[in-house]
């Protein structure tokens, strides 16, 4: 009997103790079914190799069976048209035909010497390093046949960005709609693997540009039962893209080799199999200071299939130390990937290196992730909260609640907290928002403790939304039930106003809203509306801040429509009632600053940037015509994720916009080099997670915050 294997199960008593894809497999086996989806019969081949810890699914044949399996494959050149982006009077052109050439000849498809005996192409070779004790065994890709196509990006689909100083451009698009683009011109391709790449593109997924970003995805189309490789080809990238050429291509590749089934269903037979499972493992750290995150339960992590070996955080272009090879007269950059062992662990049959090409990149198997305790007390502060000294100054700590832990207790040092959140009933008519204090908190306490903070001088509001709570207020007939229900929440609890958090994908756009002075989305007019009720309602002292995502704000220099600059119209209506504004600078992909060039999250250049685009004011969507007016310094605070970036970044950021001090290394140059001595200060999600870190944030920023001389 194979260990975890099916060949010797009886169908009635131990198929039940399986985990659930083990059974999935097993059941389709002991019914004599395929192990392709129904759909996809003539997907690429596919074998099964049992382990202590279950089967794996990979391309190719059983190395057992020996010999040369040859997958015939169709590479499909994109070119993507976009519509948010001018050219000549014509839409912008992104075109993987040149790229062509130089992929057929790099190791994806010619020979390449790996290793002493392992002179082949790259996805072979990664599985002869997998199981290195078969001789006579490969698994190659055909010549292809080369399939142009074109895809044109629609506003609010994705968008284009071009360094000023050196002319090259680079695409942040959405991934799901580009793979359905793609099938629809492809049919069913019986038996053979897709390769699409596109050109200097990066991805986001699930239709949100804040969930960013990946070099592409791979699997089995759902509606062709196409086996599928997508990736991009980077040439001349800006100097901010640390991968080359090849290198997204063989990540997808080798994810594909190792996942063949990745989201795949049995369709018909209501069985799911959603590719190669395995426990939770640990991305390794690979910078000073970095914190072991959970990667996730597949090949690859979750959303952006990023390889334990990729470095870069959410919301940046993906990197990771490349294996150059030289072959044909040129240089290729191959990505390093994990092998099936440092997933599982070293098994029979398999081999004793963990990384591909280069096995020292990885030099010991995954680290399980370790359990998550939902709903524990959040721990006692080792070091004690700065208390804050001198008078107020204009400047403020603005941080997020989420009630693990009284209220009452927030370090001295936040001047506005913001409770979240107040949500969207789902039983309820539209419009209605409902509050309930977190368990484990007694409601008249929570009360209480509102009133002593505000005793304090410090300012407490309900944060309205919060991400994955899906908002709309479409219908005109729902603002009075909207802004009833928070009036009755801010009123009962005595908040001094409301924060809005409707993230993406609410409030979106509609097509053909072109103009945020004139917005025709309805559940945008409809907030507008319902925002000047509630402050007619409870007078001038009610406070109404907003914190769009950077898709939702800043974006909106990029390209307009859709999810990107949907708050641009709210905040030019609301603008002589908004107390103040903090953008979130980590729910946000790459974008460009005013000086014209590209710049990722988590930097001091990417606050800066992204900050004065508020500050100084832009032409919307690059359109000279519809220029967005600048934002008072007063009210604008900038946003920050606790643990996705450091004290220090932020304290520099900080430094820098309010006071001018560029810190070493600093490239963005502020349009007002003194800085803005008004700006209120940093926002900060969370302060639950601030008190968790021994107040590592809040005693750091708070402190410098609450230095600066007060403006004059």
Same mark, same amino acid.
């Given at each position: 009997?194979?260990?975890?294997?099916?060949?010797?199960?009886?169908?009635?008593? @131990?198929?039940?103790?399986?985990?659930?894809?083990?059974?999935?497999?097993? +059941?389709?086996?002991?019914?004599?079914? %395929?192990?392709?989806?129904?759909?996809?019969?003539?997907?690429?081949?596919?074998?099964?190799?049992?382990?202590?810890?279950?089967?794996?699914?990979?391309?190719?044949?059983?190395?057992?069976? &020996?010999?040369?399996?040859?997958?015939?494959?169709?590479?499909?050149?994109?070119?993507?048209? #976009?519509?948010?982006?001018?050219?000549?009077?014509?839409?912008?052109?992104?075109?993987?035909?040149?790229?062509?050439?130089?992929?057929?000849?790099?190791?994806?498809?010619?020979? #390449?010497?790996?290793?002493?005996?392992?002179?082949?192409?790259?996805?072979?070779?990664?599985?002869?390093?997998?199981?290195?004790?078969?001789?006579?065994?490969?698994?190659?890709?055909?010549?292809? @046949?080369?399939?142009?196509?074109?895809?044109?990006?629609?506003?609010g689909y994705g968008y284009v960005l071009t360094s000023k100083s050196n002319g090259?451009?680079?695409?942040?698009?959405?991934?799901?709609?580009?793979?359905?683009?793609?099938?629809?011109? +492809?049919?069913?391709?019986?038996?053979?693997?897709?390769?699409?790449?596109?050109?200097?593109?990066?991805?986001?997924?699930?239709?949100?540009?804040?969930?960013?970003?990946?070099?592409?995805?791979?699997?089995?189309?759902?509606?062709?039962?196409? %086996?599928?490789?997508?990736? %991009?080809?980077?040439?001349?990238a800006p100097a901010i893209v640390e991968d080359s050429d090849v290198q997204p291509l063989t990540q997808q590749l080798a994810e594909f080799i190792n996942d063949p089934l990745h989201d795949s269903l049995f369709h018909g037979r209501n069985v799911p199999v959603p590719g190669n499972t395995f426990g939770g493992w640990l991305r390794p750290v690979s910078?000073?200071?970095?914190?072991?995150?959970? &990667?996730?339960?597949?090949?690859?992590?979750?959303?952006?299939? +990023?390889?334990?070996?990729?470095?870069?955080?959410?919301?940046?272009?993906?990197?990771?130390?490349?294996?150059?090879?030289?072959?044909?007269?040129?240089?290729?950059?191959?990505?390093?990937?994990?092998?099936?062992?440092?997933?599982?662990?070293?098994? @029979?049959?398999?081999?004793?290196?963990?990384?591909?090409?280069?096995?020292?990149?990885?030099?010991?198997?995954?680290?399980?992730?370790?359990?998550?305790?939902?709903?524990?007390?959040?721990?006692?502060?080792?070091?004690?909260?700065?208390?804050v000294s001198g008078p107020p100054n204009g400047h403020q700590l603005i941080g997020y609640w989420t009630g693990t832990f009284p209220l009452r207790e927030v370090s001295p040092q936040w001047d506005l907290i913001l409770v979240a959140f107040a949500e969207p009933d789902k039983n309820a008519p539209q419009g209605t928002m409902q509050f309930h204090v977190r368990a484990g908190l007694d409601r008249e306490q929570f009360k209480s403790d509102?009133?002593?903070?505000?005793?304090?001088?410090?300012?407490?509001?309900?944060?309205?939304?919060?991400?994955?709570?899906?908002?709309t207020l479409d219908n005109a007939a729902s603002v009075p039930t909207f802004v009833s229900s928070v009036t009755q929440i801010v009123a009962d609890y005595g908040f001094d106003g409301i924060d809005l958090d409707f993230e993406t994908p609410s409030l979106n756009l509609a097509p053909g809203d072109t103009d945020f002075r004139h917005p025709t989305t309805p559940s945008i007019v409809n907030v507008i509306s319902a925002l000047r009720q509630l402050h007619d309602h409870f007078g001038p002292g009610f406070m109404i801040s907003?914190?769009? @995502?950077?898709?939702?704000?800043?974006?909106?220099?990029?390209?307009?429509?859709?999810?990107?600059?949907?708050?641009?119209?709210?905040?030019?209506?609301?603008?002589?009632?908004?107390?103040?504004?903090?953008?979130?600078?980590?729910?946000?992909?790459?974008?460009?600053? +005013?000086?014209?060039?590209?710049?990722?999250?988590? %930097?001091?250049?990417?606050h800066a940037a992204m900050t004065e685009l508020l500050l100084h004011g832009f032409n919307v969507g690059g359109d000279a015509k519809q220029s967005f007016p600048p934002l008072p310094a007063s009210k604008i605070a900038v946003g920050f994720l606790t643990g996705y970036t450091s004290p220090t970044i932020v304290s520099q950021a900080i430094d820098y916009i309010i006071a001018g001090k560029a810190s070493v290394g600093t490239r963005y140059k502020l349009r007002q080099p003194a800085g803005y001595p008004r700006m209120i200060g940093a926002m900060f999600w969370t302060i639950d997670a601030d008190r968790r870190g021994n107040y590592n944030y809040s005693n750091v920023v708070g402190p410098e915050l609450h230095s600066y001389a007060a403006p004059q």
């Open positions: 009997m194979k260990e975890a294997g099916c060949t010797y199960l009886s169908f009635r008593s @131990e198929v039940a103790t399986l985990d659930t894809r083990t059974k999935s497999i097993c +059941l389709l086996f002991l019914l004599g079914l %395929s192990l392709q989806p129904a759909h996809a019969q003539g997907t690429v081949p596919t074998f099964i190799h049992s382990a202590a810890q279950g089967p794996y699914t990979l391309a190719g044949r059983d190395p057992i069976q &020996g010999g040369t399996t040859t997958i015939p494959t169709v590479l499909v050149p994109i070119a993507l048209s #976009f519509d948010t982006k001018k050219a000549a009077g014509k839409p912008f052109v992104m075109d993987a035909a040149a790229d062509v050439s130089p992929i057929l000849r790099s190791p994806i498809f010619s020979k #390449f010497a790996f290793s002493a005996g392992n002179t082949t192409q790259y996805a072979d070779a990664m599985l002869r390093s997998t199981f290195p004790k078969v001789d006579g065994w490969h698994t190659l890709l055909g010549k292809p @046949e080369v399939k142009t196509v074109k895809i044109t990006i629609p506003v090259s451009s680079f695409a942040v698009v959405d991934i799901e709609f580009l793979q359905r683009e793609l099938f629809k011109q +492809l049919p069913k391709q019986d038996g053979k693997l897709v390769v699409a790449v596109t050109h200097n593109t990066t991805y986001y997924t699930e239709s949100d540009a804040t969930l960013c970003c990946s070099w592409g995805t791979h699997g089995i189309d759902s509606v062709t039962g196409n %086996s599928f490789v997508l990736g %991009s080809y980077l040439r001349a910078r000073p200071g970095e914190q072991a995150s959970c &990667g996730g339960t597949h090949i690859a992590t979750a959303y952006f299939l +990023l390889e334990p070996t990729n470095t870069n955080p959410k919301n940046n272009f993906p990197a990771s130390k490349a294996f150059v090879a030289h072959a044909g007269g040129a240089t290729y950059h191959l990505q390093n990937v994990a092998l099936l062992p440092w997933y599982i662990g070293i098994s @029979e049959g398999l081999g004793n290196t963990y990384s591909f090409p280069d096995p020292q990149t990885l030099t010991a198997p995954a680290k399980p992730c370790p359990p998550i305790t939902v709903g524990s007390p959040s721990p006692i502060p080792t070091i004690a909260a700065v208390p509102i009133a002593y903070l505000k005793s304090q001088g410090k300012k407490v509001m309900i944060s309205l939304g919060g991400g994955g709570k899906y908002f907003l914190v769009p @995502e950077g898709s939702q704000g800043p974006a909106g220099y990029t390209s307009y429509g859709g999810q990107f600059g949907s708050y641009l119209a709210i905040t030019y209506a609301i603008r002589d009632i908004l107390s103040f504004i903090d953008a979130q600078d980590y729910n946000t992909p790459p974008l460009q600053g +005013l000086d014209g060039e590209i710049y990722q999250p988590s %930097s001091v250049d990417y």
